[in-house]
């Protein structure tokens, strides 16, 4: 176990066949509701009035604020405000939370451990991993998108638009995914590692709508990495200043302190 990424490779190689599966369907999800926006156009009227009805918050957490009729607040509304998050964190959340709890509880951890190979590398090699799965998927379905886009009409973007929602979309996952890998890589419990996750991304997306309703909560929406990554409007306005502070860097360093903190722990616990 000493070759150069051999823990990385070896999680990439044992997991390639899921991710594939992963690809294929946010690709194919991705693509199926960009076919849609047609006839979405075609009653943009009726659908942004309804809109217009709604409470300013729960348009925006429904990512409408660009307009239903529009390429940028349909594709927000449908895909990235809500599907492809969900979609990549599940992801996110299951192979952070095997990476280490999962390992140990099946008794495969403590065989690597036991290789010439200390548990700061295994931790960050697998983690990796998780990060390269993840924006393997976003990728995969933002290529998708750009190919099939001007098929259906929604080209009218920025040129980076895609690619900027795609990168703040993963940073989400990540900050997701690295709360549950280091909750995990602590307890060395899958279970609450799962949960933990869980109800990070879930408390904060309710934390974020809320906040959009309730005056009282206005100030607390910037707690929630939704209000982040949808805040910033990455399909409107593209890669921008803000866009890569809050929308990426933020969400990816508390992801990787989080993560840290669990390392440090693994390092001095018993592993089981």
Request: proline fraction near 4%; glycine fraction near 12%; include cysteine.
């Amino acid at each position: 176990m000493t070759g150069r990424l051999l823990v990385l490779r070896q999680m990439l190689r044992d997991r390639r066949r899921s991710a594939l599966w992963w690809c294929v369907g946010v690709a194919v999800m991705s693509v199926t509701l960009a076919a849609a926006y047609p006839s979405v156009r075609d009653s943009a009227a009726e659908l942004d009035d309804y809109m217009d009805s709604l409470p300013d918050g729960l348009v925006e957490l429904f990512g409408g604020s660009a307009g239903i009729g529009t390429p940028a607040g349909y594709l927000s509304s449908e895909i990235y405000a809500n599907v492809l998050p969900v979609l990549l964190i599940v992801l996110g959340i299951g192979a952070a939370a095997w990476s280490i709890a999962g390992a140990e509880a099946d008794g495969t951890l403590e065989m690597l451990l036991a290789s010439p190979v200390s548990r700061t590398r295994v931790a960050a090699e697998r983690l990796t991993g998780v990060a390269v799965l993840t924006l393997a998927v976003t990728t995969v379905g933002s290529v998708a998108l750009a190919a099939t886009a001007p098929l259906f009409g929604l080209d009218a973007l920025p040129g980076d638009a895609l690619w900027a929602a795609g990168m703040a979309v993963w940073a989400l996952t990540m900050c997701v995914a690295g709360t549950t890998f280091g909750v995990g890589a602590a307890t060395g419990s899958r279970g609450r590692a799962i949960a933990v996750g869980s109800a990070l991304a879930a408390g904060t997306y309710v934390l974020y709508g809320l906040a959009g309703l309730v005056d009282a909560l206005q100030p607390l929406r910037w707690l929630s990495p939704w209000f982040w990554f949808l805040d910033t409007q990455p399909l409107v306005d593209g890669f921008t200043a803000r866009l890569v502070l809050e929308g990426v860097l933020v969400p990816t360093a508390v992801g990787a302190v989080v993560a840290s903190a669990g390392v440090l722990r693994l390092r001095v616990r018993d592993v089981l």
